[in-house]
T-cell receptor
C-alpha cells in the first residue's frame, strides 16, 4: 500500500543553518505530495505541496521538489530561524481518489539561537 | 474564517470507560476526516465522511470505535470501551471537497490510564 518514510529526528540546528529533511514515498501512480507543519500547541498546517513530477512547492522560504525517479520530496530551507522549530510531516494523497492523506512519522526540528 | 473546532482539548479516562469527541468543521466543507496520532507517529486516518456518508472507514477498529456525522455538519467520534493503546491525539480535519486542501483542528489529547 501507499506509504511515506521520513528521516528520523530530532534535528537540531543553529539559527541560519541549512535544513534538509528527507522524505521518500511508495505509491501507486503519481500522487500529490505535501509537507505539513505542526507548531507547538497548534494544529497541522499545510506548508507546501506539489502535484506532479518536477514541480517545486515553496512557502515561507521552504522548498521541496517532486522527484519521480527517486520517489522523493525532500524539504529544504536555506537559513532556518528559531520560529521554524516544529514537527514536519511529509504526506501524500492516498490511492482511490478519496482525498485522504497518508503521513510519514514526522520529524522534529529544533532551532537554537 | 473560523477554523475546525474540536472539543474537549484534553481527556483522561480509565481503561474500559467510554469517551466521545466532537468536531465542528469549517462551514461549507463537505468532507470530514478523523485521524489518530499516536505519540511519535504520523496521523493515521480512522474515518472519512463525504457529507453524512462514510467514504473510508477501513482502519477504524469497529469493535470499539464509532463515528457519525449527522446532517453532514458536526461529527462525533466515540470509543467504547477504551484501551490503553487508544492514548493518542484525535485530529479532525475538513475540506471543501475531496482532494482539496485539508484544514486541521487542534485535536483532542486522550490519555487512557
Amino acid at each position: 500500500g501507499d506509504s511515506v518514510t521520513q528521516m528520523e529526528g530530532p534535528v537540531t540546528l543553529s539559527e541560519e543553518a541549512f535544513l534538509t529533511i528527507n522524505c521518500t514515498y511508495t505509491a501507486t501512480g503519481y500522487p500529490s505530495l505535501f509537507w505539513y507543519v505542526q507548531y507547538p500547541g497548534e494544529g497541522l498546517q499545510l506548508l507546501l505541496k506539489a502535484t506532479k513530477a518536477d514541480d517545486k512547492g515553496s512557502n515561507k522560504g521552504f522548498e521541496a521538489t517532486y522527484r519521480k525517479e527517486t520517489t522523493s520530496f525532500h524539504l529544504e530551507k536555506g537559513s532556518v530561524q528559531v520560529s521554524d522549530s516544529a514537527v514536519y510531516f511529509c504526506a501524500l494523497h492516498g490511492s482511490g481518489n478519496t482525498g485522504k492523506l497518508i503521513f510519514g512519522q514526522g520529524t522534529t526540528l529544533q532551532v537554537k539561537p | 474564517e473560523a477554523g475546525v473546532a474540536q472539543s474537549p482539548r484534553y481527556k483522561i479516562i480509565e481503561k474500559r470507560q467510554s469517551v466521545a469527541f466532537w468536531c465542528n468543521p469549517i462551514s461549507g466543507h463537505a468532507t470530514l476526516y478523523w485521524y489518530q496520532q499516536i505519540l511519535g507517529q504520523g496521523p493515521k486516518l480512522l474515518i472519512q465522511f463525504q457529507n453524512n456518508g462514510v467514504v473510508d472507514d477501513s482502519q477504524l477498529p469497529k469493535d470499539r470505535f464509532s463515528a457519525e456525522r449527522l446532517k453532514g455538519v458536526d461529527s462525533t467520534l466515540k470509543i467504547q470501551p477504551a484501551k490503553l493503546e487508544d492514548s493518542a491525539v484525535y485530529l479532525c480535519a475538513s475540506s471543501f471537497a475531496r482532494g482539496e486542501k485539508l484544514f486541521f483542528g487542534s485535536g483532542t489529547q486522550l490519555s487512557v490510564l
